[in-house]
Each structure stands twice: as structure tokens, then as C-alpha cells.
């Protein structure tokens, strides 16, 4: 337990360390900012107008400016748990913070609402059996900070106030985002099935998490592609909701998906991947599924634009029978399993159809169709169909239907278009599976908790549309945050009776959000984008120009300055300036899908793919599963008057977003913020700039922003009496008082602005600093006060010392004066025969001493023989009561038999009750279809009778 | 029990004496507050002579010079003061000292006459720190809010805060004054030493 502790606790002895203390007093410590660990500490050593001279740890002196300088927090506060009670809140400090806990090897880090966790890139010993054991139940100030307690809390939260909880992690591909998830659904196995301390509900937990475990293999190959930073980079986020009944106990899950990037199946940059199901299949397929598969050499793809990219450690054969393996598991059957794969081998082969342009001609012609059959052999449809549909596909014009014949641009496009929108379809199919597979039980739910793991804010050298999507989806989060903190806030504020208006942080980002998503009024990015994509003669730059004449007014929006390229304009977003390129927005923001293909695969010979494309009239995108879960049960005729609608992949983004947004304001957010500490996945390593860039991202550094308006600063009075009462001893009169009245009038005896603080009705509120000051002020007075009692200690050795010495003084005058007297007395006659007699005269007093003796005996006998008799007494009395008490456990023992066996009924009963219980639901879901039906009748009764009238 | 109050009185006096006896060398502590250089000369002398006679005598017992010149070192000079009946900071030595360097503290030596205007300005310092700053100092480290302090804490306090102490100058303060937990009951503990 002691090794476990090291990474969950803090080594508190140091804590209160004077020697710290004592330097940070007098010495002036700072931050100030350094090339390498983005900041150092130094101290001040002179203050001229703005400059200041500081004194690094080596002991260089350095001038800086008075604003590059951020105060040190008190020794008080290393390695704090929660940042938010630091009391010089910034950057510097928050930076310290979390690299010395990550130091010391404490991963996990609150920052007010967040947790921030850094990967630690080595296992640590905390999510043992025993570690969940010491997390369940306990609030979240009770026990050092970990994921277990932030889902901990999410869970009891969720049964006590019957509220919806989330868990979002957010952060760098690389953070640990999913790694964290994967905690939080192992802990909430354990949790929720030892809830009632009984095994005999169904072993679903631990089978569920299996499940969920399982299922990740298979979303990562479909969904994982290698990039540039992480090798093994979701290209989606995911929620994963997870179903409780009343009890609490999991009943269910269920995975969404968003914004899957299917534009990496048909381009990478050089040393990256496509995802990672291609390079397992090419690799994996032998024999004769590798020619059911058709597949060839990696160099023949051209979608595979780098060819055969390793990854380190991976072995893409292996990973091809692992993924199979897991497929096997998840209940996905052979069929199945090769019509996914064919799939994927139809992808790479769309890519190497091509086409000319016929001479003279606008129109694209297919010379060499070798491509095209294969597409159409893996799919089951008619070559000749395929190909008609692709070069001259027939539109509805005016009811009417008109074949029009495509350039070489356009047969192309169609062909990329295709090969996404079957990926993209290829992977809902496959969630909609493992959801299957996940749904245990029918009953639904009672409440739920939902773990986001999503890529958090992203700021490349080149930011594309899927940035703009992805930093669009973060405003949104991170107005979710500021949002919830602004309610939290208030209500703290309004609990302990302040007066304070709150500004509601969440407004802060409306600028941008609006800036992006507004419809009209003037239109946002999006609503331009979708605009521009109507004009046949539009291109990027016609709207960039577009974007810029209806927003050059906004305040979140720009223009580079020293870029010369039209497509260019900036965003700034909470977390920084982006600037967009926005090259090829047009095509990303289209991705129509003709009708003439997706009739032909739906009619497909293949069981498979004709499942695949069942839906046919629904628009492809960027759809979220749970409308797909939907339309597979609706009636596929209902929907026939959509035909025709064009929606573009930012309105369908939008709508996702939307979608989940709207799940997620329905429950109590929990916001958990990964940061990787370096891109060399090294242990023990802090990339110090790299970590304050995430931090500024990930909206911590935002949050502290917020929490410097108000009053981050919260002590009980207690506490606050305990430590600064020696600053205004003399204010609080003697004998008891209570702590509000004390902290009032120790507050005034300080002189504080008022501006400064506030008192609450338990709590005691700061402005960022003031505690700073307190601090200082404490300890310089406490060090007068210790010099002064080390001087009156001083005295005291010192007195004892002398008083010693003279003692000792006196001793030996004694000693010499004897010695002198026995000088004079050795050669005296008289003394000498005194010393000769004194001997004999002891025989005489001989029997005196034994007759004294004698009596001294006599006496202990006696009172031997009392002892001996009382003791007797007492051994009867002890077994009396021996006898007494054995006959009690006898009765004890007879009513617990009796109590067992009444508990037997009981249960017995209880299970009995459940089965009735689930009895009444089914009748209860059969009522309600009857219902249903007999409505269905009633409605077209009344139809019916109605055209009987009109007849 | 109030603070020792500041009378150069209390020794007895006892028969000079040369002895071979360890005195504890205060650390030298460089921080000095800012003040004006003293000036011993223009320090009249107030003592009567009795009193002088028990200095003497006092001074006499730190002498450890082999032929006994009745002359102390710096660093003994504090002691004597203190074995007086006064509690000067060390920085209140140095000062009264001019600010000798560390190295001649236990070089350099200063005889009697040297030292009563020495002892003249320390009396006239009034003691900084009452028992109740003191109680309020030590409360502090009062974790449980039990008027007991950790042994452990309280020795590391004085050994690392302020005007540190040795280990040996704390091991000889808490002697006996720790209970069977290591806690130590600061009142008393205070009472104690403000009694010696």
C-alpha cells in the first residue's frame, strides 16, 4: 500500500517546510519566463520602474520587465490538489503545479471543475482492485485526485439526484484520452455490480466490460489512422453511454460516433496512414481470402498515397487476426466479417479507376475498366450500370428524368465521394453492431452516464475544414464549462449570502460560436460555406472574399496580415488565433453522393452491401448512429419525399453537434482534461511549452481566467482563524468566539480592502493574491516571534549552563576543603584509632536486625494468606458468570437461526416479486403495442370513414 | 509564570575561578537589520558596584584564557550576557559586537571593560516577545488545535527558522519535554523556558 501511496498522496512533511518558508520570504521568489522550462524561478533582488533585476537559481543576474514577471505561490501550496486554490493564480504557477506532482509521480491534478491528467507513458499502480476499493463512495475532497473519484462522483450523483451525468475527456491525440475512458468504464463495472455487495444478478458487468473492451479493437481499426504526432490517432470521437436502472446497476451501453474523418481513405500526407483496417487487410489476407478480396500490391492503391507505412510495434498481419479475432467475439459472422473487408477492398480499387477526357469533349470516358469490374465484382452490381451511373448518371429535372453526361472533374469526384460514403457507411454498420452486441437487456435505462472522448482544440501549421469543425465542437464544449462553472459559482456564492454579479462566461464565446454556426443575420461561416456551394461558379476564394465582406467587422474575425493567399482567414478562438486555409472548402463541404450509384448498390446482389446501403434515401455525412438506429426501424417507404435533398457536410456537422450538445446540457457535465507531456512518449518528461500551449487549449488556463474575476480564494473560517490569527492576535478578545465573528474582526484588524474579500456565511472569499500577501505577512511576523523565543531559549541554556558551571564550582571547593582536612587528620593519633574501633562495634547491633526481621516476615505471611483466600472468592464469582454467559450465546445462537431462516423467505419473496415484476412489464409492453395498434386501426378507421364521405 | 524580567541580578556570584567548561558557540546568523553603527562609548554605565563585582565574577567563570587575562571570545560573549539574565537575539550581539566578521567570532577576544558597555546597552533592550506572542507563535504548529505541538515539528522549526539553533542547543531545550506521543504541551513548554 505504502508504493501505491507515492503516486496518489503527497509527501507532507515538507509541506509546512521552514527552511521553503523562509526562503520564499525573504528572498522575493518569481516566475519568469525561460526558453526551455517556460518558466524559472528567481528572486528579486532590485525594482527600478518596470525593470526589475532578478537573480536565477545559478545565481545570474537578469533584468526583466516588471510584466514578464508572475508571482510565486507559498511554499504552502506545492503540489497543491486542487489549482484552483492556489492564490497567485498563472501560468507559471499552474505550470509548476502540475510538473512537480507529475514529478513525484501524481498524474491527476483538479483545477477547479477540471481534472487534469498527464500521461504518465509507464503503468502505474492505481487502478488497482484495492485503489477502486478506496475510491467508492467517497467525496471527491476526501481522497487524493484520480479518475476513480471524478466517476465516483458522476455515479453517486446520478443515483442520488437522478440526474444524467457525463465525463468528457478532451485533449491531444496522445493525452490519454481513451485511456482514461477505458478507467472510467472499468471502475463503473466494479462499482455498479458490487452494489449491493451480492453476485447473483447476472454476471453483465463483467461480460459488459469485456464487451466494451472488445469493442475498441475493431472502432480502432476502422476508425484509427497513424499520423503525424500519434501513431494510433482516432480519427472520430466517441460517446459511450452507459445505462443504469434505478438500482444502479449497467443494464446496457451504447457507442455514438462523430465526425469521422473518411477523407483519410482517400489522402494522406507522406508519412502517414490511411486507417489502419487497410494496411491489416492488404498485409493479413492470404490465400484464398486474400483472392475472394481481390486484393494487390500496396503499391498498385492509389488512395494509399505513401504505400506501405509502418508502424512501430505493430504488426499489421497480426493486428489483421487480433481484429478478426474480435469481430469473431462480438458476434459478427463470417459473412459478415468478408462482406466488411470487401468493402474496405472496394474502396482502395475506387480509387484507381480513372478517367480521360475525350478529345474535343467535356465528357469523361473510362478506357481501361479492370478497376471498375473489380469494384463491381466485390459489390454485386452490373459494370455496366456502375459505369453509366458514374459518367452519365440521370437527374430529375422538373419531374422529368435527363441523363447528363460528367467531365473528367466530376466522374472523379463521384468516384472519391463514393469511396467515403461507403467507408462512412461500412463504419456506422459496424456500430450499429457492436451496439447490438452492447444492448444486453430491453428494459431501459433510469438515468445514464456518458464518457466523450473527443479530440480536443487543434491549432496546426495548415487548419483545414475538419480543424474549423473540430475547434467549433471544442467553443462549444468549452462554453459548456464556463456555463456550468458560472452556475456553480453562483450558487456557492449565492449559498454563503454574497453579493457578487456573476457574468456568465458562457457569453464569452457566443461571439465566436455565432460567428461560425449563425444562420443568417448576417450568415456564419458554415451558412456562407453551404451558400457558396449553390453557385455553380463559386470557388474557395470567392468565399473567402464572401466571409470577409459580411465579417470584416466582427471582432473574432480577420484577415492574415502577411499572408499573401486569398484562401486565407483567421478565427480567434478562445484558445488562440487560427488561421484557416480554406483550399478545397467547397468540395469537403459538398460530398453529394449521386442517386443513380447508391439505387444500384442497394439493389446489390449481395445481402451485405444491399444492408449496407438500406437506407438509401437518407443524405450521407456526417450522420450520428442514433439516426441511423432510427431510420433502420422506421418504414424505409416513409421517406420517399426526401428525395432529392442536399445537405452539406457543415449542416450536417452542425446538427451532430447539436444533437450531442444537447445531451450533454441535459446532464451534469464532469470535465476531464488529458495533456501529453511530450512527443517522444518519454516518462518522467515535461515539455513545458508543449504542456502550456494544451493548457491554453484545453481551456484550464481559460477557466483560471474566469475563476481570477471572482473570488477563487475560499477558506473556512476556521481555518483562516488557524492560520492568520497570529497576525491580528490582539483583535480577538480572549475565550471563545465564533469563527465568523473572529474572521470579521481579524479581517478589519488586517485593513483589508473590502474590495479584497468577502465573508460568506461559513467561508471567507479572496481575490487571487490576497492570500499571497497573508502569507508573507505570516511568516515574517512568525519569524520575529521565533527569533525571539529562540533568543528567550538561548537565555535559558545559557542560564542553565552557568548555573552548571557554577554548581560545579562549588563542588569542587567542597572537595578541596575535605581534602584539606584529611591532610591535617591522617597523622592525628585520636583519628587513627577511631578509624581501627568503628569496624568492631558493628557486631553488637547484630540481633537487633535479625529480630526486626523476623517481624518483617511474620508480616508478609499473613498478608500472603488474605491474598490467598480473596482470590478464591473471586475464581467462584468468575465462573458463575462464565456459566451465566454461555447460556445467553445459546439463546443468541437460537434467534439468529431463526432470523436466517425468516431472511431466506424473505429473498425467496423478493425474487418472486422480480419475476411478477418483469411478467407485468412485458404485459405492460404488450398493452402498449395493442395500443398502439388499436390506434393505427382507429386512424385509419377514421381515414376510411373519411374518404367513405368523400365518396 | 511572567518572562524573566531584565535586572542584572540574578547570578550569585561565586569565587573567580578559572574552569574548563564548554560553552555553546551561537551560530553566527550575517542578517542584520539596518541601523545606525552603535556607538559603545557614549553608553554611560549605570551598574553599581556590587553589581560589577557579580560580572566580574560571572566573566571571570567564561574566561578560558591558560593564564587567566580576564578576557572572553566573541562568541562567549553572548553566553555571558545571557548567563546574566538576558535574552539578546544573536543579531543584538553581533550588534553590540560592531559586526564582526564569522570567522573572528571565535578569534578574537574582549576584555571586561570591553564588555560592561556591551552589557549596559543589551539590559536597556526590552525583551521582544511576550508568553502570549509566544503561544500565538507556537499555535501554529498546533495541527489538532489540542495545545500540543509534534515534537518533531517544533525541532525542526527552531533548527531551520530564524536565528537557527544547533541540534544540540534543541536536544538540551526539549529534553524530558515531550510526552509519550512526541507531542509537547506549548504553554507549559513556553512557561518553562521563560522561567529559566
Given at each position: 500500500?505504502?508504493?501505491?501511496?507515492?503516486?496518489?498522496?503527497?509527501?507532507?512533511?515538507?509541506?509546512?517546510?521552514?527552511?521553503?518558508?523562509?526562503?520564499?520570504?525573504?528572498?522575493?521568489?518569481?516566475?519568469?519566463?525561460?526558453?526551455?522550462?517556460?518558466?524559472?524561478?528567481?528572486?528579486?533582488?532590485?525594482?527600478?520602474?518596470?525593470?526589475?533585476?532578478?537573480?536565477?537559481?545559478?545565481?545570474?543576474?537578469?533584468?526583466?520587465?516588471?510584466?514578464?514577471?508572475?508571482?510565486?505561490?507559498?511554499?504552502?501550496?506545492?503540489?497543491?490538489?486542487?489549482?484552483?486554490?492556489?492564490?497567485?493564480?498563472?501560468?507559471?504557477?499552474?505550470?509548476?503545479?502540475?510538473?512537480?506532482?507529475?514529478?513525484?509521480?501524481?498524474?491527476?491534478?483538479?483545477?477547479?471543475?477540471?481534472?487534469?491528467?498527464?500521461?504518465?507513458?509507464?503503468?502505474?499502480?492505481?487502478?488497482?482492485?484495492?485503489?477502486?476499493?478506496?475510491?467508492?463512495?467517497?467525496?471527491?475532497?476526501?481522497?487524493?485526485?484520480?479518475?476513480?473519484?471524478?466517476?465516483?462522483?458522476?455515479?453517486?450523483?446520478?443515483?442520488?439526484?437522478?440526474?444524467?451525468?457525463?465525463?468528457?475527456?478532451?485533449?491531444?491525440?496522445?493525452?490519454?484520452?481513451?485511456?482514461?475512458?477505458?478507467?472510467?468504464?472499468?471502475?463503473?463495472?466494479?462499482?455498479?455490480?458490487?452494489?449491493?455487495?451480492?453476485?447473483?444478478?447476472?454476471?453483465?458487468?463483467?461480460?459488459?466490460?469485456?464487451?466494451?473492451?472488445?469493442?475498441?479493437?475493431?472502432?480502432?481499426?476502422f476508425?484509427?489512422?497513424?499520423?503525424?504526432?500519434?501513431?494510433?490517432?482516432?480519427?472520430?470521437?466517441?460517446?459511450?453511454?452507459?445505462?443504469?436502472?434505478?438500482?444502479?446497476?449497467?443494464?446496457?451501453?451504447?457507442?455514438?460516433?462523430?465526425?469521422l474523418?473518411t477523407s483519410w481513405c482517400i489522402?494522406?500526407?507522406?508519412?502517414?496512414?490511411s486507417f489502419?483496417i487497410f494496411?491489416?487487410?492488404?498485409?493479413?489476407?492470404?490465400?484464398?481470402?486474400?483472392?475472394?478480396?481481390?486484393?494487390?500490391?500496396?503499391?498498385?492503391?492509389?488512395?494509399?498515397?505513401?504505400?506501405?507505412?509502418?508502424?512501430?510495434?505493430?504488426?499489421?498481419?497480426?493486428?489483421?487476426?487480433?481484429?478478426?479475432?474480435?469481430?469473431?467475439?462480438?458476434?459478427?459472422?463470417?459473412?459478415?466479417?468478408?462482406?466488411?473487408?470487401?468493402v474496405c477492398?472496394t474502396v482502395?480499387?475506387l480509387?484507381?479507376?480513372?478517367?480521360?477526357?475525350?478529345?474535343?469533349?467535356?465528357?469523361?470516358?473510362?478506357?481501361?475498366?479492370?478497376?471498375?469490374?473489380?469494384?463491381?465484382?466485390?459489390?454485386?452490381?452490373?459494370?455496366?450500370?456502375?459505369?453509366?451511373?458514374?459518367?452519365?448518371?440521370?437527374?430529375?429535372?422538373?419531374?422529368?428524368?435527363?441523363?447528363?453526361?460528367?467531365?473528367?472533374?466530376?466522374?472523379?469526384?463521384?468516384?472519391?465521394?463514393l469511396a467515403k460514403a461507403m467507408y462512412d457507411r461500412l463504419f456506422r454498420?459496424?456500430?450499429?453492431?457492436?451496439?447490438?452486441?452492447?444492448?444486453?437487456?430491453?428494459?431501459?435505462?433510469?438515468?445514464?452516464?456518458?464518457?466523450?472522448?473527443?479530440?480536443?482544440?487543434?491549432?496546426?501549421?495548415?487548419?483545414?475544414?475538419?480543424?474549423?469543425?473540430?475547434?467549433?465542437?471544442?467553443?462549444?464544449?468549452?462554453?459548456?464549462?464556463?456555463?456550468?462553472?458560472?452556475?456553480?459559482?453562483?450558487?456557492?456564492?449565492?449559498?454563503?449570502?454574497?453579493?457578487?454579479?456573476?457574468?456568465?462566461?458562457?457569453?464569452?464565446?457566443?461571439?465566436?460560436?455565432?460567428?461560425?454556426?449563425?444562420?443568417?443575420?448576417?450568415?456564419?461561416?458554415?451558412?456562407?460555406?453551404?451558400?457558396?456551394?449553390?453557385?455553380?461558379?463559386?470557388?474557395?476564394?470567392?468565399?473567402?472574399?464572401?466571409?470577409?465582406?459580411?465579417?470584416?467587422?466582427?471582432?473574432?474575425?480577420?484577415?492574415?496580415?502577411?499572408?499573401?493567399?486569398?484562401?486565407?482567414?483567421?478565427?480567434?478562438?478562445?484558445?488562440?488565433?487560427?488561421?484557416?486555409?480554406?483550399?478545397?472548402?467547397?468540395?469537403?463541404?459538398?460530398?453529394?453522393?449521386?442517386?443513380?450509384?447508391?439505387?444500384?448498390?442497394?439493389?446489390?446482389?449481395?445481402?451485405?452491401?444491399?444492408?449496407?446501403?438500406?437506407?438509401?434515401?437518407?443524405?450521407?455525412?456526417?450522420?450520428?448512429?442514433?439516426?441511423?438506429?432510427?431510420?433502420?426501424?422506421?418504414?424505409?417507404?416513409?421517406?420517399?419525399?426526401?428525395?432529392?435533398?442536399?445537405?452539406?457536410?457543415?449542416?450536417?456537422?452542425?446538427?451532430?453537434?447539436?444533437?450531442?450538445?444537447?445531451?450533454?446540457?441535459?446532464?451534469?457535465?464532469?470535465?476531464?482534461?488529458?495533456?501529453?507531456?511530450?512527443?517522444?512518449?518519454?516518462?518522467?518528461?515535461?515539455?513545458?511549452?508543449?504542456?502550456?500551449?494544451?493548457?491554453?487549449?484545453?481551456?484550464?488556463?481559460?477557466?483560471?481566467?474566469?475563476?481570477?474575476?471572482?473570488?477563487?480564494?475560499?477558506?473556512?473560517?476556521?481555518?483562516?482563524?488557524?492560520?492568520?490569527?497570529?497576525?491580528?492576535?490582539?483583535?480577538?478578545?480572549?475565550?471563545?468566539?465564533?469563527?465568523?465573528?473572529?474572521?470579521?474582526?481579524?479581517?478589519?484588524?488586517?485593513?483589508?480592502?473590502?474590495?479584497?474579500?468577502?465573508?460568506?456565511?461559513?467561508?471567507?472569499?479572496?481575490?487571487?493574491?490576497?492570500?499571497?500577501?497573508?502569507?508573507?505577512?505570516?511568516?515574517?511576523?512568525?519569524?520575529?516571534?521565533?527569533?525571539?523565543?529562540?533568543?528567550?531559549?538561548?537565555?535559558?541554556?545559557?542560564?542553565?549552563?552557568?548555573?552548571?558551571?557554577?554548581?560545579?564550582?562549588?563542588?569542587?571547593?567542597?572537595?578541596?576543603?575535605?581534602?584539606?582536612?584529611?591532610?591535617?587528620?591522617?597523622?592525628?593519633?585520636?583519628?587513627?584509632?577511631?578509624?581501627?574501633?568503628?569496624?568492631?562495634?558493628?557486631?553488637?547491633?547484630?540481633?537487633?536486625?535479625?529480630?526486626?526481621?523476623?517481624?518483617?516476615?511474620?508480616?508478609?505471611?499473613?498478608?500472603?494468606?488474605?491474598?490467598?483466600?480473596?482470590?478464591?472468592?473471586?475464581?467462584?464469582?468468575?465462573?458463575?458468570?462464565?456459566?451465566?454467559?454461555?447460556?445467553?450465546?445459546?439463546?443468541?445462537?437460537?434467534?439468529?437461526?431463526?432470523?436466517?431462516?425468516?431472511?431466506?423467505?424473505?429473498?425467496?419473496?423478493?425474487?418472486?416479486?422480480?419475476?411478477?415484476?418483469?411478467?407485468?412489464?412485458?404485459?405492460?409492453?404488450?398493452?402498449?403495442?395493442?395500443?398502439?395498434?388499436?390506434?393505427?386501426?382507429?386512424?385509419?378507421?377514421?381515414?376510411?370513414?373519411?374518404?367513405?364521405?368523400?365518396? | 509564570?511572567?518572562?524573566?524580567?531584565?535586572?542584572?541580578?540574578?547570578?550569585?556570584?561565586?569565587?573567580?575561578?578559572?574552569?574548563?567548561?564548554?560553552?555553546?558557540?551561537?551560530?553566527?546568523?550575517?542578517?542584520?537589520?539596518?541601523?545606525?553603527?552603535?556607538?559603545?562609548?557614549?553608553?554611560?554605565?549605570?551598574?553599581?558596584?556590587?553589581?560589577?563585582?557579580?560580572?566580574?565574577?560571572?566573566?571571570?567563570?567564561?574566561?578560558?584564557?591558560?593564564?587567566?587575562?580576564?578576557?572572553?571570545?566573541?562568541?562567549?560573549?553572548?553566553?555571558?550576557?545571557?548567563?546574566?539574565?538576558?535574552?539578546?537575539?544573536?543579531?543584538?550581539?553581533?550588534?553590540?559586537?560592531?559586526?564582526?566578521?564569522?570567522?573572528?567570532?571565535?578569534?578574537?577576544?574582549?576584555?571586561?571593560?570591553?564588555?560592561?558597555?556591551?552589557?549596559?546597552?543589551?539590559?536597556?533592550?526590552?525583551?521582544?516577545?511576550?508568553?502570549?506572542?509566544?503561544?500565538?507563535?507556537?499555535?501554529?504548529?498546533?495541527?489538532?488545535?489540542?495545545?500540543?505541538?509534534?515534537?518533531?515539528?517544533?525541532?525542526?522549526?527552531?533548527?531551520?527558522?530564524?536565528?537557527?539553533?544547533?541540534?544540540?542547543?534543541?536536544?538540551?531545550?526539549?529534553?524530558?519535554?515531550?510526552?509519550?506521543?512526541?507531542?509537547?504541551?506549548?504553554?507549559?513548554?513556553?512557561?518553562?523556558?521563560?522561567?529559566?
Open positions: 500500500m505504502s508504493v501505491v501511496n507515492e503516486f496518489l498522496f503527497l509527501d507532507n512533511d515538507f509541506k509546512n517546510s521552514g527552511v521553503a518558508q523562509a526562503d520564499w520570504s525573504t528572498k522575493k521568489m518569481v516566475w519568469i519566463p525561460s526558453e526551455r522550462e517556460g518558466f524559472q524561478s528567481a528572486s528579486i533582488k532590485e525594482e527600478t520602474g518596470n525593470e526589475v533585476v532578478v537573480e536565477l537559481d545559478n545565481g545570474k543576474k537578469v533584468t526583466v520587465s516588471k510584466d514578464e514577471i508572475q508571482k510565486m505561490n507559498p511554499p504552502k501550496y506545492n503540489k497543491v490538489e486542487d489549482m484552483a486554490a492556489l492564490t497567485c493564480l498563472n501560468e507559471a504557477s499552474v505550470l509548476h503545479n502540475i510538473r512537480e506532482r507529475y514529478f513525484s509521480g501524481l498524474i491527476y491534478t483538479y483545477s477547479g471543475l477540471f481534472c487534469v491528467v498527464v500521461n504518465p507513458y509507464k503503468l502505474l499502480p492505481i487502478y488497482s482492485e484495492k485503489i477502486t476499493e478506496m475510491y467508492k463512495g467517497k467525496k471527491r475532497h476526501e481522497v487524493p485526485p484520480h479518475i476513480y473519484a471524478v466517476t465516483d462522483n458522476a455515479y453517486r450523483n446520478m443515483l442520488q439526484e437522478r440526474e444524467d451525468q457525463s465525463i468528457l475527456c478532451t485533449g491531444e491525440s496522445g493525452a490519454g484520452k481513451t485511456e482514461n475512458t477505458k478507467k472510467v468504464i472499468q471502475y463503473l463495472a466494479v462499482v455498479a455490480s458490487s452494489h449491493k455487495g451480492k453476485r447473483h444478478h447476472y454476471s453483465l458487468t463483467g461480460e459488459l466490460e469485456k464487451q466494451l473492451l472488445q469493442a475498441n479493437p475493431i472502432l480502432e481499426a476508425g484509427n489512422a497513424k499520423t503525424i504526432k500519434n501513431d494510433n490517432s482516432s480519427r472520430f470521437g466517441k460517446f459511450i453511454q452507459i445505462n443504469f436502472d434505478n438500482t444502479g446497476y449497467i443494464v446496457g451501453a451504447n457507442i455514438e460516433t462523430y465526425l474523418e489522402r494522406q500526407a507522406k508519412i502517414e496512414r489502419h494496411y491489416y487487410m492488404v498485409t493479413g489476407a492470404k490465400d484464398k481470402m486474400r483472392d475472394e478480396l481481390l486484393l494487390e500490391d500496396f503499391s498498385n492503391y492509389r488512395f494509399l498515397v505513401a504505400g506501405h507505412v509502418q508502424v512501430q510495434n505493430q504488426q499489421d498481419d497480426e493486428m489483421f487476426e487480433e481484429t478478426l479475432e474480435a469481430m469473431e467475439v462480438l458476434g459478427f459472422n463470417e459473412e459478415e466479417r468478408i462482406g466488411m473487408l470487401k477492398s482502395l480499387q480509387g484507381n479507376i480513372e478517367f480521360k477526357a475525350e478529345k474535343n469533349q467535356e465528357q469523361a470516358s473510362m478506357p481501361d475498366n479492370t478497376a471498375a469490374q473489380k469494384v463491381c465484382h466485390l459489390q454485386g452490381i452490373n459494370v455496366t450500370d456502375f459505369t453509366k451511373a458514374i459518367l452519365t448518371p440521370r437527374f430529375k429535372v422538373g419531374g422529368e428524368l435527363v441523363q447528363k453526361a460528367q467531365t473528367k472533374e466530376q466522374a472523379d469526384f463521384a468516384i472519391e465521394a454498420w459496424i456500430l450499429a453492431c457492436v451496439n447490438k452486441a452492447l444492448d444486453k437487456t430491453k428494459r431501459q435505462g433510469a438515468s445514464f452516464l456518458g464518457i466523450l472522448d473527443i479530440a480536443g482544440f487543434e491549432i496546426f501549421e495548415d487548419n483545414s475544414f475538419e480543424q474549423l469543425c473540430i475547434n467549433y465542437t471544442n467553443e462549444k464544449l468549452q462554453q459548456l464549462f464556463n456555463h456550468t462553472m458560472f452556475i456553480l459559482e453562483q450558487e456557492e456564492y449565492k449559498k454563503e449570502g454574497i453579493e457578487w454579479n456573476f457574468i456568465d462566461f458562457g457569453l464569452d464565446l457566443q461571439p465566436c460560436i455565432e460567428l461560425i454556426e449563425r444562420p443568417n443575420n448576417p450568415p456564419g461561416i458554415l451558412a456562407l460555406l453551404d451558400e457558396e456551394c449553390w453557385f455553380p461558379k463559386a470557388t474557395d476564394v470567392s468565399f473567402v472574399e464572401k466571409l470577409t465582406n459580411t465579417h470584416s467587422s466582427h471582432c473574432k474575425f480577420s484577415k492574415p496580415k502577411n499572408l499573401k493567399e486569398k484562401a486565407f482567414f483567421t478565427v480567434q478562438h478562445y484558445a488562440g488565433k487560427v488561421d484557416y486555409n480554406a483550399t478545397s472548402w467547397l468540395t469537403k463541404n459538398m460530398d453529394p453522393l449521386n442517386d443513380n450509384v447508391t439505387a444500384l448498390l442497394s439493389n446489390s446482389s449481395s445481402a451485405f452491401v444491399q444492408d449496407i446501403w438500406k437506407d438509401v434515401d437518407r443524405v450521407v455525412g456526417l450522420e450520428t448512429m442514433a439516426k441511423m438506429a432510427k431510420s433502420d426501424s422506421a418504414a424505409p417507404t416513409a421517406s420517399k419525399s426526401k428525395k432529392g435533398m442536399f445537405r452539406t457536410v457543415g449542416q450536417l456537422y452542425k446538427e451532430s453537434l447539436g444533437k450531442l450538445m444537447t445531451t450533454l446540457h441535459n446532464t451534469q457535465p464532469n470535465f476531464v482534461r488529458c495533456i501529453i507531456p511530450n512527443h517522444e512518449k518519454r516518462a518522467g518528461k515535461i515539455d513545458a511549452h508543449l504542456v502550456l500551449e494544451q493548457l491554453r487549449c484545453n481551456g484550464v488556463l481559460e477557466g483560471i481566467r474566469i475563476c481570477r474575476q471572482g473570488f477563487p480564494n475560499r477558506i473556512v473560517f476556521h481555518e483562516f482563524r488557524q492560520r492568520y490569527e497570529i497576525l491580528a492576535a490582539r483583535a480577538i478578545p480572549k475565550g471563545f468566539m465564533d469563527g465568523k465573528q473572529a474572521s470579521t474582526l481579524m479581517i478589519k484588524h488586517l485593513d483589508s480592502d473590502p474590495n479584497l474579500y468577502r465573508i460568506g456565511l461559513s467561508k471567507i472569499f479572496f481575490r487571487t493574491g490576497v492570500l499571497a500577501q497573508l502569507e508573507e505577512e505570516r511568516d515574517l511576523k512568525l519569524t520575529d516571534i521565533i527569533i525571539a523565543f529562540q533568543a528567550q531559549a538561548r537565555g535559558f541554556l545559557s542560564r542553565k549552563a552557568f548555573s552548571k558551571k557554577q554548581k560545579q564550582l562549588t563542588a569542587m571547593k567542597v572537595i578541596q576543603k575535605n581534602c584539606a582536612v584529611y591532610l591535617t587528620l591522617k597523622n592525628w593519633q585520636w583519628w587513627r584509632l577511631f578509624t581501627k574501633v568503628k569496624p568492631l562495634l558493628q557486631v553488637t547491633r547484630q540481633d537487633e536486625e535479625m529480630n526486626q526481621k523476623e517481624e518483617e516476615l511474620h508480616k508478609a505471611k499473613e498478608i500472603a494468606q488474605k491474598s490467598e483466600a480473596e482470590l478464591k472468592e473471586i475464581t467462584q464469582k468468575h465462573n458463575q458468570v462464565v456459566e451465566e454467559r454461555n447460556q445467553l450465546q445459546a439463546k443468541l445462537q437460537e434467534e439468529a437461526e431463526l432470523y436466517a431462516e425468516s431472511e431466506e423467505v424473505r429473498i425467496r419473496l423478493e425474487a418472486k416479486k422480480q419475476e411478477l415484476e418483469e411478467v407485468l412489464h412485458e404485459i405492460e409492453a404488450r398493452l402498449e403495442e395493442e395500443e398502439e395498434r388499436s390506434q393505427v386501426f382507429q386512424q385509419e378507421k377514421a381515414n376510411l370513414q373519411q374518404q367513405l364521405k368523400v365518396e | 509564570m511572567a518572562p524573566k524580567k531584565v535586572e542584572p541580578k540574578k547570578p550569585e556570584p561565586k569565587k573567580p575561578e578559572p574552569k574548563k567548561e564548554e560553552a555553546p558557540a551561537p551560530a553566527p546568523v550575517p542578517e542584520t537589520p539596518k541601523e545606525p553603527e552603535l556607538d559603545l562609548k557614549s553608553v554611560p554605565l549605570e551598574f553599581t558596584a556590587d553589581q560589577i563585582e557579580e560580572f566580574r565574577d560571572a566573566f571571570t567563570l567564561f574566561d578560558e584564557t591558560p593564564t587567566g587575562e580576564m578576557k572572553i571570545r566573541y562568541a562567549q560573549c553572548g553566553d555571558v550576557m545571557r548567563a546574566l539574565g538576558h535574552n539578546p537575539t544573536n543579531a543584538d550581539v553581533l550588534t553590540v559586537l560592531g559586526k564582526p566578521k564569522a570567522e573572528d567570532m571565535n578569534t578574537k577576544y574582549l576584555d571586561f571593560e570591553t564588555f560592561l558597555p556591551m552589557l549596559q546597552h543589551v539590559s536597556r533592550t526590552k525583551d521582544q516577545g511576550t508568553f502570549e506572542d509566544f503561544v500565538e507563535g507556537l499555535r501554529v504548529f498546533d495541527k489538532e488545535g489540542n495545545g500540543t505541538v509534534m515534537g518533531a515539528e517544533l525541532r525542526h522549526v527552531l533548527a531551520t527558522l530564524g536565528e537557527k539553533m544547533t541540534e544540540d542547543e534543541v536536544d538540551r531545550l526539549m529534553a524530558g519535554q515531550e510526552d509519550a506521543n512526541g507531542c509537547i504541551n506549548y504553554t507549559s513548554f513556553i512557561k518553562h523556558i521563560l522561567s529559566g
